[in-house]
């Protein structure tokens, strides 16, 4: 069994080790301190964290000015009320003005889970994505989170940061460099790409292992940031596969999957298959049930593997 | 106290040529705000040239104190103060609103003088000002911060959450001016959404309230000295005004929320505000 561990405890680490160095840190939430693990960074460093309350378009209207102010704000809340509510002040005060927040979006994806449709954030990359100014990153896991938040630190600009609440295996290294619009090649393959975000990063693993078996020879790129997307990569790896498939804990509308695509038609067309959530909202149920409801798991990415390389499929 | 002979000359003549300014302006564009500009002149002229400690050579000086124009459309008001302040030439005020200029319809942070935020969608800018409240508290600066907001615009949610945040935190570096002039876009605020019992609304959510003529500059200057007075609590300033003010034709009409004169409509203008 791998080892799980929760991505908002990478976050919540990174934040606090980056918070001893740097006294320019300061942290907001909107009353989830507790969900976001944002507490323990209050509780190291009281002073530099502020709870705003249940106010997302508040929370980073004030970021904006503390942005203004020098400091190095990082606003917390749950992804969907963040990216929804709060878009327009995102859009003005922070990325129009070119204010350096970094704006966390938790509880993402089916972590979430048992809240149901309203919190499940399955929109929040595609609204993100479209900001001018506004960088995009989606880690995989806890250890790559850690690394995800340095880097945002250390940005200038504003950042979305998608973070998980429960624990998900832990599938990259901490010796692995991460670097900010840069693509991770997981595995070297002939036949088709596999390209995943965040952690859909486990199952592709695991599709890869499967077609292998198969004899398929897939290649597997990680994209954490979403924005600017490594077009570079995408591009070499169609080139020589000329088979794609996208997978991401998100709607197939606007987030990587459209992303990817825009890439492949404008400068390397090849066969394309995006995996995620369809045109849809979610529903109550626990993080493993809402990924096999919604099919994000490595079968769906063998067999449309299989699908696509006009392969019989046999079950 | 009220003003010595010499400092009312001086402000009469200043907020006479930013009234000029101002008309000039949306004529030379074709379009913007003149009535909400025009009835926020004193209030900004006061503001900017005698209790903002800021410096127009070095507009980033880290303990300056910042105005945030949450009513981000009153832009031939803003930029004119800021011009004659000396943060850029008086002579750019007539590139306002051209495609290769950088004084565009709404204020750009990141390109203007001055400007220490985009704004031009109403109800951003008091989350804003409180931002850098907080951060001067919290770096023990002695730095103030200012946001004018329209009375119009206290129909968007933010502002009260805003508010909320203020008082919560004891912001007493922090000055909302709200421009009372009564009128938005369609027609009066009353005949919109009433923003009635606007000084029981802001002390309700735990702000010091001060009420004045905002036309009045030895009213609004006192104002803003017991703005700076208050302790342990946000001031808002709640000054009405008139729209238009100073034009005749544009004075308290909707009208002119949001239309430029003509040229034959300037001339008048400039007439008035010789």
Known sequence: MANLEAPRKGFADALIRLGEKHENLVVLDADCAKSNMTNLYKDRFPDRFFNIGISECDLVGTAAGMAVAGKVPFANAY???????AFDQMRISVCYSNNNVKIVGHNAGTSAAQEGATHLPLEDISLMRTLPRMTVIVPADAVEMEKAVEAAYYHEGPIYLRVGKLPVPIVTKKEEPFKIGKAIKYREGADITIISTGIMLDESLKAVGEL???????????????????????????????????????????????????????????????IG????????????????????RSHRIVSTANELLGHRVTS | MDFSKEKSDFYNNLTKKIRRHIVKMTNHAGSGHPGGSLSATELMSVLFFEHMNVDPNNPDWEDRDCFFLSKGHCTPVFYSVLAEKGFFPVEELMTFRDVDGRLHGHPCGEHIPGVDISSGSLGQGLSVANGVGLIAKLDGRDR????????????????WEAAMTAAHYNLD????IIDWNKIQLDDFVENVKGVKNLGDKFRAFGWHVVEIDGHDINAVNEAYKEAKRTKGRPTAILAHTVKGKGVSFMEDTHDWHGMAPNDEQLETALKELA
């Not at chain 2, 103030?144 to 502002?159: F, H, P």
């Open chain 1, 212 to 274: 292998e078996k198969q004899g398929v020879s897939a290649e597997l790129l990680h994209i954490h940031t979403i924005k600017p997307i490594d077009k570079e990569a995408i591009i070499a790896s169609a080139a020589k596969t000329k088979h794609v498939i996208t997978v991401e804990e998100h709607s197939i509308i606007g987030g990587l999957g459209s992303a990817v695509a825009e890439v492949l038609s404008e400068n390397q067309p090849a066969k394309l298959r995006r």
């Open chain 2, 173 to 176: 570096n922090v000055c909302a």
């Open chain 1, 277 to 296: 959530t369809n045109d849809r909202f979610g529903v109550s149920g626990k993080m493993d049930e809402l990924l096999d409801l919604f099919e994000l």
């Open chain 2, 144 to 159: 103030r911060s200012y946001c004018m907001i329209g009375d119009g615009e206290l129909q968007e949610g933010q502002v």
């Open chain 1, 79 to 85: 992804a969907n009320f963040l990216t929804g509510r």
